[in-house]
């Protein structure tokens, strides 16, 4: 077994994810309709019997509600997936993950082998996989299907795990029909797959899935795959890794990675009740995005839609920011490589990338004298200095110590210093 692992990571990864830097997550399903807590909803409420979730659903929902009840609810109403690829494209992103199906089992496409449970035969009676996909592909966004591997209360899971997982009937009835399901109609460019953690591999038959995705599936040059399938994978095999939910590692990792985060701090899925403290701020969210890519990560920044399809207007906006910041520095994040320095020893507020011999430096906080210090450059004579979105080039010298000093242009007076990150461009640069 583990010689298969060999060499399924020896498969380079198709160079598509590592320019790409950006993308968007979305976590829809039943949880949308409690829409409180989180989108492990149905676990604690009926898994973990926690007093909080049942109190919640006694106040809010008929006598003997069930978690299936919550379906009929799932509508999608105001689901225009044209309207979302747009949203997403002007956010910057190049790749869009959406939620095929999440540990309740309930599938957003009309899987054959999920009755009565999925999004074609309730709810919405929609194929929302599908019609998303169609909508990304106008847009020229790359697709990614995350997939939950287990299903908490499947009693064909449930069966597997009692005799410690030495059946496999979930995985040959459910979990692989699906995966290969996914794969042949959609033709996804990334598969994120999650749920993995109670079960080793060889339960999962995670390699033989990989050898046919790899080998003979439609997508087998392009499609790219994360490190969650089976017990003690994580950051270990797979494509590129994830490791943990908003991992972030102290110094460049050796392997492809990707930082996933949610504008909802307290959740993945949408809460009715969110409050704006509980969001992500457009500071942030950039911070993130530039300690990510710097570090030779990408970013894959989560949204939750309600029940009936509508992103929150908040997420919009936060959104439209990040898709505003790289409009200007996008040169200095996309197809970039992570510089000989990741960040200035000094501090945290530099971030450097590159492309090629250029180098960009990416400052988070505006220096209070518009004079920006940067140990890690050696200059030449001939070295050229830019701010992104500014015109002109701007005059620098040699520091006293190390490194060079460069003089910004003049920020108009204000109480605050203004908000996000800039990005100088270094030509000439060691």
């Known amino acids: 077994r583990w010689r298969r692992w060999r060499c399924l990571d020896a498969r380079p990864l198709p160079a598509w994810f590592d320019r790409a830097k950006v993308g968007v997550f979305v976590h829809w399903g039943v949880f949308s309709v409690p829409a409180w807590g989180s989108e ?18 006694r106040r809010r929902f008929p006598p003997g509600t069930t978690y299936a009840a919550f379906a009929p609810q799932f509508t999608a109403h105001d689901f225009q997936p044209r309207q979302w690829a747009q949203l997403f494209q002007r ?21 054959p082998v999920s009755w009565n449970w999925n999004s074609v035969d309730m709810g919405p009676h929609r194929d929302l996989v599908g019609e998303l996909g169609e909508a990304l592909r106008e847009s020229n966004l790359r697709y990614g299907l995350y997939h939950s591997l287990m299903e908490w209360f499947n009693p064909l899971y449930l069966a597997d795990k009692q005799s410690g997982f030495k059946t496999q009937s979930f995985v040959l009835k459910k979990t692989m029909p699906e995966l290969y ?17 109670e079960a080793p591999d060889s339960y999962w038959n995670s390699t033989s899935f990989l050898a046919w995705l ?29 490791c943990a939910d908003k991992y972030r590692p102290g110094t460049l990792p050796g392997h492809k990675w990707e930082m996933c985060s949610s504008l909802d701090k307290l959740s993945w899925g949408y809460r009715s009740n969110m409050s ?16 990510t890519v710097s570090l030779g990560g990408n970013y894959l920044l989560n949204v939750g839609p309600t029940k009936e399809g509508v992103i929150a207007p908040i997420f919009q906006e936060r959104l439209l920011a990040l898709g505003r910041w790289l409009d200007t520095n996008g040169e200095a994040i996309y197809e970039s490589q992570p510089w000989r320095v990741q960040m200035e020893n000094t501090t945290d507020t530099v971030w450097y990338t590159s492309r090629g011999p250029v180098v960009f430096a990416i400052f988070l906080l505006w220096p209070r004298d518009s004079e920006l210090h940067l140990s890690s450059p050696i200059p030449s004579p001939g070295t050229r200095v830019t701010l992104l979105g500014y015109a002109g080039t701007l005059k620098w010298q040699k520091s006293p110590g ?24 270094l030509e000439g640069v060691k």
């Open 276 to 291: 704006l403290a509980e969001v992500m701020d457009e500071m942030s969210m950039i911070e993130e995005l530039v300690q």
């Open 40 to 57: 492990w909803f149905w676990w604690h409420w009926q898994g973990q019997h926690d007093a909080a979730y049942e109190r919640f659903v």
């Open 91 to 111: 956010a910057g992103a190049r790749y869009v993950v959406l939620t095929t199906k999440h540990h309740e089992g309930f599938t957003n496409w009309g899987s």
């Open 402 to 425: 190390q490194g060079m000093l460069i003089t910004l242009p003049y920020m108009l007076p204000s109480p605050l210093p203004p908000q996000s990150g800039w990005a100088v461009k």
């Open 214 to 242: 790899y080998n003979d599936s439609p997508v087998k040059d392009a499609v790219v795959v994360n490190d969650r399938w089976g017990r003690g994978c994580s950051c270990r095999h797979g494509g590129f890794y994830n």
């Open 181 to 197: 399901d996914l794969v042949l109609k959609y033709k996804p460019d990334l598969i994120w797959s999650d749920g993995d953690w």
